[in-house]
């Protein structure tokens, strides 16, 4: 494997072929390996909260001005 672009195993931490949908030694579904920088990987999580921040709350509160527009300052 040397010389390949490799992944590593989140479980077993193998070094896996980057083309690897699971991992041969402990069977743990592969993913892709992270940047090591700070900051550069982005979560399903983190990048939900930042829908939600973002998209929903100002429509959320652009609708509360419309329809209820004595609710907010």
């Given at each position: 494997m040397r010389g390949m672009a490799v992944m590593?195993?989140?479980e077993c931490k193998a070094e896996l072929p980057r083309d690897a949908w699971s991992c041969p030694?402990?069977?743990?579904?592969?993913?892709?390996?992270?940047?090591?920088?700070?900051?550069?990987?982005?979560?399903?999580?983190?990048?939900?909260?930042m829908i939600l921040l973002f998209?929903?709350?100002?429509i959320l509160i652009f609708l509360i001005q419309i329809f209820l527009p004595d609710s907010l300052p």
């Open positions: 590593i195993c989140t030694y402990c069977g743990s579904p592969a993913e892709e390996a992270t940047t090591g920088e700070p900051g550069k990987d982005i979560s399903k999580r983190g990048m939900a909260l998209l929903v709350f100002p």
